[in-house]
């Protein structure tokens, strides 16, 4: 099986010896085989780990991202962010807990612009209101 991780600029993995695949969605942890039915979900912020053909595990931490799975034989994560290190631990504690942090940045600041603009909206209605027009070109 193939895995392959894609960020908007890179190629983050491409890996063609993958007998399986661990990814979490907002339904939960969950596990991918060789063979699997076509798949599509979307992955929160956490770490996506695969088992190589010869044994060994990596990892990668996203920050959210689409997971798809093609013909049972690929695996492709498209992610704004991607990070992959051997060392789980590492992941989970310190990197996950960035990604969060920076999704929770990107939340406050979008829903300040969403503020302004609800502002600037009720603005233009008040300005707008009929019982504002006064007379006619008098």
Request: charge should be neutral; aromatic fraction near 4%; glycine fraction near 6%.
């Amino acid at each position: 099986m193939r895995l392959l991780i894609t960020t908007p600029t890179a190629v983050v993995v491409d890996d063609p010896d993958v007998v399986s695949v661990r990814a979490e969605d907002a339904t939960g942890s969950f596990g991918i085989l060789d063979r699997h039915a076509d798949f599509l979900t979307v992955l929160t912020v956490s770490v996506v780990a695969w088992r190589r053909v010869d044994g060994r595990w990596r990892y990668c931490a996203v920050r959210r991202g689409v997971l798809r799975v093609d013909n049972g034989c690929e695996v492709a994560v498209a992610t704004r962010e991607a990070i992959v290190d051997d060392n789980l631990d590492h992941l989970e504690q310190v990197v996950l807990a960035q990604l969060r942090s920076a999704l929770d940045t990107e939340r406050a600041a979008r829903t300040e612009s969403l503020q302004l603009q609800m502002k600037a909206i009720r603005q233009i209605i008040r300005y707008l209101r009929p019982e504002r027009i006064v007379g006619g070109g008098d």
